[in-house]
């Protein structure tokens, strides 16, 4: 699944995020992209023990994939 959150205002993107991790299963991936580097997210996903990464794009934006 991937969610694009470009263009929207905090904290919109994190709670768009937290609600399709709702749904994410065991084995899948979630896919967002972030006009910032989503650091309140993280603390997050820590808690909630989901391994995630962070890449840079071209455009300035954050690719992350979060990994249940």
Known sequence: MILDNRGLE???PMMRTLA????LEPGETLTI???RRP???Y???EELGLK???EP???GSFKIEIFR
């Open 52 to 54: 995630h990464r962070t």
């Open 39 to 41: 650091m309140f997210l």
């Open 57 to 59: 794009q071209n455009d």
């Open 43 to 45: 603390e997050q996903l």
């Open 10 to 12: 905090p904290p919109q």
């Open 20 to 23: 399709a991790l709702e749904d």
């Open 33 to 35: 992209i972030n006009d």
